[in-house]
């Protein structure tokens, strides 16, 4: 089942690569997200809120791009490490980062997400390696 939950994640990724953001339905409901060690931490449960987040956060960068480099399988979790990209609206000061995600699903539905922006802590998290 664990690789399964790789390619759940790794087609969610395809679809945003495309500006798809319809894949509601790979989610729980009340799906448990946080921006755990973010510049501007934050933490919500369900789909609304979790996009409401994203659209606020987002709100702050021109060209966000976050393209995924590794999926590791880690049981009912799946290990992403991703590299981030973007320009601040106000200061058009570019970041770049290298930043994790943890993606935790039962059932074929992604009850948890986890974005990390310290890989290492990301990776303690999941129980190392």
Known sequence: MSQENVEIVR????????????A???FDPAVDFEMVDWPHPARSRGIAEMSSIWEETLSAWDDFRAEPSDFLDRGDSVL?????????KESGAEVSADTAAIWTIEDGKV??????WDTATAQRAVGGF
Do not use: P
């Not at 992403?80 to 601040?88: D, I, L, M, Q």
């Not at 009850?111 to 990390?116: E, F």
């Open 24 to 26: 509601a339905e790979a």
């Open 80 to 88: 992403v490490f991703t590299h981030v990209e973007a320009f601040g």
């Open 111 to 116: 009850v948890r997400l986890a974005l990390y």
């Open 11 to 22: 087609l969610i990724y395809e679809g945003w690569a495309r500006g798809d953001f319809s």
